[in-house]
């Protein structure tokens, strides 16, 4: 949830302060787009990936200062819950076999870190929502020591000024209350990020906002919470919901929540981080030194850190990031929407779907967005996250078609016209999106799996909660041997 803060208390003459500070950070960021060199000579892209903590029989370990402590790789964060870590993989070029290397960097990662914190009983997890969680695990002290994520949880709730209500309609009905942002904490996901020029940023995020149905339909993999059968993607409503700092009256007004899909396509970069400015109240006010006009104009490179804090918490779905490496400004996408799992493989499986869609929708003469409208892509991004890879799918041209007859038609032809324009080789494409292609033709993600071992087993024994830990420790069996969730056995 973003970089660390020190524990403090806020006034509102710090708010005043930040607010006029992120205004002229914001003006700053402007002149720099017209005037600075933002170019990308060979498009790199990265991955990070939160994982829960369990231990040999599938149920959560709050450890992860422990699991960090024995991982020892500057790669691994905490996370929000104490059942929670991140890695932030380094990024590499995509063109040749690009996603092959960033696929085995990210298993032998993986593979080392899990062993050193299985050594010491926290073994990593890579799922959407972990099915074991019960609700003495969305306690406050289950909250993760950096003060960052106390401080968070705390403005979120002061802003908020009541509890936060959970309810997901699915299979089942869940409804809870949290006295902090905890819940959120059930939500890990997978973070793809794409380096962007800022005159084809605008472009890229609108097809990104447009394929985020289709990439939930096939990705899916989080149907169960306390126990619980919701949505395929339950992270969505749990997510939109663990964070919402409005009231029901607030509601009722039509103020935009913090987890935002957004409202309209784009024309530029900049209408993000404006909209962020315009929309949404500082929540961590925190105002360093630097004066980003001055340093612009003696030919530095500004950090605009309270621009890029409050942008961190604005929690789009397809999130603009401006970042300085080696005194060089760049433009990201960071696409926030997966969950993490089932595989490593499944992993660059969804990835190179995004990259291939975003790169040919991109640079379409005829923009996909220009005969799709805004609500109709956020229609698409629920239904998808209610129903999988069942989901019924609107696009353009084609009308409401089963999302797996969209996919295999329609758009796995231009993802692998879009890989192929960005110079990845051919039988990498061919193997990733191949993977994609087959959860459409057997109809089985990560979420109908999960659903379809849960369900044998629940008709086996009177307990649920058996039935759902004796399921998280097969798919994590699975997980480990590697092999595309498409191939997992089902009962």
């Given at each position: 949830?973003?970089?660390?803060?020190d524990?403090?208390?806020?006034?509102?003459e710090?708010?005043?302060?930040?607010?006029a500070?992120?205004?002229?950070?914001?003006?700053?960021f402007a002149?720099?787009?017209?005037?600075?060199?933002?170019?990308?000579?060979?498009?790199?892209?990265?991955v990070?990936?939160e994982?829960?903590?369990?231990?040999?029989?599938?149920?959560?370990?709050?450890?992860?200062?422990?699991?960090l402590?024995?991982?020892?790789?500057?790669?691994?964060?905490?996370?929000?819950?104490?059942?929670n870590?991140?890695v932030?993989?380094?990024p590499?070029r995509?063109?040749?076999?690009?996603?092959v290397?960033?696929?085995?960097?990210?298993?032998?990662?993986?593979n080392?870190?899990?062993a050193?914190?299985?050594?010491?009983?926290?073994?990593?997890?890579?799922i959407?929502?972990?099915?074991t969680?019960?609700?003495?695990?969305l306690?406050?002290?289950?909250?993760?020591p950096?003060?960052?994520?106390?401080?968070?949880?705390d403005?979120?709730?002061?802003?908020?000024?009541?509890?936060?209500?959970?309810?997901?309609?699915?299979?089942?009905?869940l409804a809870?209350?949290?006295?902090?942002?905890?819940p959120?904490?059930?939500?890990?996901?997978?973070?793809?990020?794409?380096?962007?020029?800022?005159?084809?940023?605008?472009?890229?995020?609108?097809a990104?906002q447009?394929?985020?149905?289709?990439q939930?339909?096939?990705g899916?993999?989080?149907?169960?919470?306390?126990g619980?059968?919701?949505?395929?993607?339950?992270?969505?409503?749990?997510?939109?919901?663990?964070?919402?700092t409005?009231?029901?009256?607030?509601?009722?007004?039509?103020?935009?929540?913090?987890?935002?899909?957004?409202?309209?396509?784009i024309?530029?970069?900049?209408?993000?981080?404006?909209e962020?400015?315009?929309?949404?109240?500082?929540?961590?006010?925190?105002?360093?030194?630097?004066d980003?006009?001055?340093?612009l104009?003696?030919?530095?490179?500004?950090?605009?850190s309270?621009?890029?804090l409050?942008?961190?918490t604005?929690?789009?779905?397809?999130r603009?990031?401006y970042?300085?490496?080696?005194d060089?400004?760049?433009l990201?996408i960071?696409?926030?929407?997966l969950?993490?799992?089932?595989?490593?493989?499944?992993t660059?499986?969804?990835a190179?779907?995004?990259?291939?869609?975003t790169?040919?929708?991109?640079?379409?003469?005829r923009?996909?967005?220009?005969?799709?409208?805004?609500?109709?892509?956020?229609?698409n991004f629920?239904?998808a996250?209610r129903?999988?890879?069942?989901?019924?799918?609107?696009?353009?041209?084609?009308?409401?078609?089963?999302?797996r007859e969209?996919?295999?038609?329609?758009?796995l032809p231009?993802?692998?016209?879009?890989l192929?324009?960005m110079?990845?080789?051919?039988?990498?494409?061919?193997?990733?999106?191949?993977?994609?292609e087959?959860?459409?033709?057997?109809?089985?993600?990560g979420?109908t799996w999960?659903?379809?071992?849960?369900?044998?087993?629940a008709?086996?024994?009177?307990?649920?909660y058996?039935?759902?830990?004796?399921?998280?420790?097969?798919?994590?069996?699975?997980?480990h041997?590697?092999?595309?969730?498409?191939?997992?056995p089902?009962?």
């Open positions: 949830m973003g970089q660390d803060v524990a403090r208390e806020f006034t509102r710090d708010r005043t302060r930040y607010r500070k992120v205004r002229r950070c914001l003006d700053v002149r720099m787009l017209g005037e600075r060199d933002f170019s990308v000579d060979r498009p790199h892209v990265g990070e990936i994982f829960n903590l369990v231990d040999e029989s599938g149920e959560p370990v709050l450890r992860n200062t422990d699991a402590a024995a991982i020892a790789d500057e790669d691994f964060q905490t996370e929000l819950g104490l059942f870590i991140e932030n993989v380094p590499t995509i063109d040749g076999r690009g996603l290397q960033l696929q085995e960097s990210l298993r032998d990662v993986l080392a870190a899990q050193k914190a299985g050594a010491v009983g926290a073994n990593l997890m890579m959407g929502i972990l099915p969680l019960r609700g003495e695990h306690a406050q002290d289950s909250i993760s950096n003060p960052r994520y106390h401080l968070l949880s403005q979120i709730m002061t802003a908020r000024g009541e509890d936060i209500e959970i309810v997901i309609d699915g299979v089942d009905r809870t209350t949290a006295d902090t942002i905890i959120e904490a059930a939500c890990t996901s997978t973070q793809l990020h794409l380096q962007v020029e800022p005159e084809d940023f605008a472009a890229f995020w609108n990104s447009a394929i985020a149905g289709v939930l339909a096939v899916a993999n989080s149907p169960f919470l306390l619980h059968q919701l949505w395929h993607e339950t992270r969505i409503p749990l997510f939109e919901q663990a964070t919402d409005r009231s029901e009256e607030l509601k009722a007004q039509g103020v935009r929540p913090r987890v935002f899909f957004g409202e309209r396509w024309t530029s970069v900049f209408d993000l981080f404006e962020n400015v315009r929309y949404f109240p500082s929540l961590l006010p925190i105002v360093d030194d630097e980003p006009l001055a340093v104009e003696a030919g530095g490179t500004p950090q605009l309270e621009l890029r409050h942008n961190g604005v929690y789009r779905w397809n603009p990031i970042d300085v490496v080696d060089r400004p760049h990201r960071e696409n926030r929407l969950p993490a799992g089932p595989t490593v493989v499944d660059m499986a969804n190179a779907l995004f990259y291939g869609l790169s040919v929708l991109g640079s379409s003469e923009p996909v967005w220009s005969q799709l409208s805004f609500s109709a892509a956020e229609d629920h239904t996250a129903w999988g890879i069942d989901s019924e799918l609107y696009w353009p041209g084609v009308g409401t078609v089963p999302g969209l996919v295999v038609r329609h758009l231009l993802a692998h016209a879009g192929e324009q110079n990845v080789e051919s039988e990498v494409a061919d193997r990733l999106l191949g993977i994609v087959q959860r459409c033709i057997t109809g089985r993600n979420a999960l659903i379809e071992e849960f369900t044998d087993r008709a086996r024994t009177a307990d649920r058996e039935a759902m830990r004796a399921t998280t420790v097969e798919y994590e069996q699975h997980m041997g590697g092999e595309p969730v498409h191939s997992w089902t009962r």
